[in-house]
């Protein structure tokens, strides 16, 4: 599975902005990780294909995942923004397990090359 990952940039902090991935297959799991210089990649959302979602405590209420069917596109949405949510978001899929692997994305065998955040 080829994943290419779109929609990153800079904004304003308060801002929002919608990532999107175009998966060239499909499967179970599907999620948003991020890594900021200097820190382990973290997980920030992941939905599995019944569409049942899981977000990072850091970004619940202001973030929403989505997959499309059968257009394997995978979609993260934030709103209001902050400067500790710099950095390169990944996009990744992977088979199923607990959360879909939100805190383990040593599981994900599928990413994309990234696309960068920046909040200021």
């Known amino acids: 599975v080829q994943l290419v990952e779109s929609g990153g940039g800079s904004v304003q902090a308060g801002g929002s902005l919608r990532l999107s991935c175009a998966a060239s297959g499909y499967t179970y799991c599907m999620g948003w990780f991020r890594q900021a210089p200097g820190k382990e990649r973290e997980g920030v959302a992941t939905?599995?294909?019944?569409?049942?979602?899981n977000y990072a405590d850091s970004v619940k209420g202001r973030s929403t995942i989505s997959r499309g069917n059968p257009t394997n596109t995978l979609y993260l949405h934030m709103n209001s923004l902050k400067p500790e949510d710099t950095a390169m978001y990944y996009c990744a899929a992977t088979y199923a397990g607990p959360d879909c692997w939100l805190r383990s994305p040593d599981k994900y065998l599928h990413w994309g090359q990234g696309t960068q955040v920046t909040v200021s």
């Open positions: 939905i599995d294909r019944d569409g049942s979602t």
